[in-house]
């Protein structure tokens, strides 16, 4: 089985080359240790030695210490989370309405020709991370995407059994990449760490 690293790092400048089709400026990125050449494969190489024009380039700065592939998992995308209030199931009840008022409810709000009350009594708080198809994910998380899939296709629950410490659920979504390479070389807009506790 292949060894899995990972590099990770932050842009410190970015820029149109004087190659693009729409101007830019040159850049020569004088203190830049290696260059990284996209090809069919990306390669590093020395400064200067490119076999391609490009068109765009950022210069980013690599952390020293090499983490674990596994220590975080890296989001695409910048929504994080969110927190809403929910009932306990045991507190539900069904009563009925009159008829013409029922069109204004959704339809998790619906149980036949009545109406579901959940009286409001715990916070519940949930995150997503949207990661691209193909991109190695953390073990742990494996679970979180099968569960995000089953809970997209089915109506959102009204009621959660209430918590016995804070914890967010974590939706993990996966994206569709729209080239070969975004899987395996992307911008993260945030991350979150494998062995936090207080995440499901």
């Known amino acids: 089985m292949p060894t899995v690293r990972r ?3 932050r842009i410190i400048e970015d820029n ?3 190659n693009h089709p729409r101007g830019g ?14 090809g ?7 400064p200067g030695n490119s076999t391609t024009t490009p068109v765009t380039q950022a210069a980013i700065l690599l952390e020293k210490l090499e983490p674990r592939a596994d220590d975080f998992l890296y989001s695409i995308k910048g929504k994080r989370g969110r927190a809403e209030a929910s009932s306990t ?5 069904i009563e009925d309405v009159p008829e013409d008022l029922i069109a204004f409810f959704t339809p998790r709000s619906i149980e036949g020709e009545q109406l579901i009350f959940a009286p409001r009594e715990h916070v519940r708080e949930t995150g997503r991370v949207s990661v691209y198809t193909g991109t190695p994910i953390p073990e742990r998380f ?12 089915a109506l959102a629950p009204v009621a959660h059994e209430r918590q016995i410490r804070r914890r967010v659920e974590l939706n993990v979504i996966r994206e ?9 070389f992307f911008k993260s807009l945030f991350r979150v ?5 207080d995440i499901e």
């Open 7 to 9: 590099f990770i790092g």
């Open 16 to 18: 149109r080359t004087e």
């Open 25 to 38: 400026s040159a850049s020569i990125m004088r203190m830049a240790t290696h260059w990284l050449d996209f």
């Open 40 to 46: 069919a494969v990306p390669v590093l190489i020395n």
């Open 89 to 93: 199931p045991e507190r539900l009840r």
């Open 142 to 153: 494996l679970l979180n995407i099968d569960r995000t899939v089953r809970n997209r296709g």
């Open 176 to 184: 569709k990449a729209n080239h070969a390479l975004s899987p395996y």
């Open 193 to 197: 760490r494998t062995g936090d506790e």
